[in-house]
């Protein structure tokens, strides 16, 4: 099992930035493939962003590209997720996950954390 906290969530303005985090427990995190989903109200989870165990392959949303950036620290388990130029389209409950390998769907991923909500406004 892998136990998974997001914290970091808030409320920001457009074009402001935030920096969540996700702490894990449990198993060895540094096995795991860690990713960042959102969801909105009324829409399907979707995927924003995937790191590899060792880092060294990262992959994002075209939505979020150029903007956001995951990273980890193994020695600390845990994962980040910087969000820079935030858009008010960005409003969602932000998930982190754990997974065997790099995936870009939900069903991939075999642990969750309970979500951070981040509203961007206007």
């Known amino acids: 099992q892998v136990q998974l906290v997001e914290s970091g969530g808030g409320l920001v303005q457009a074009g402001g930035s935030l920096r969540l985090s996700c702490a894990a427990s449990?198993?060895?995190?540094?096995?795991?493939?860690m990713g960042w989903f959102r969801q909105a109200p009324g829409k399907e989870r979707e995927f924003v962003a995937t790191i590899s165990w060792s880092g060294g392959n990262r992959y994002y949303a075209d939505s979020v590209k150029g903007r956001f950036t995951i990273s980890r620290d193994n020695a600390k388990n845990t994962v980040y997720l910087q969000m820079n130029s935030l858009k008010p389209e960005d409003t969602a409950v932000y998930y982190c996950?754990?997974?065997?390998?790099?995936?870009?769907?939900?069903?991939?991923?075999?642990?969750w954390g309970q979500g951070t909500q981040v509203t961007v406004s206007s």
């Open positions: 449990g198993r060895t995190f540094s096995s795991y493939a």
């Open positions: 996950a754990a997974a065997q390998e790099l995936g870009a769907t939900p069903y991939e991923y075999d642990y």
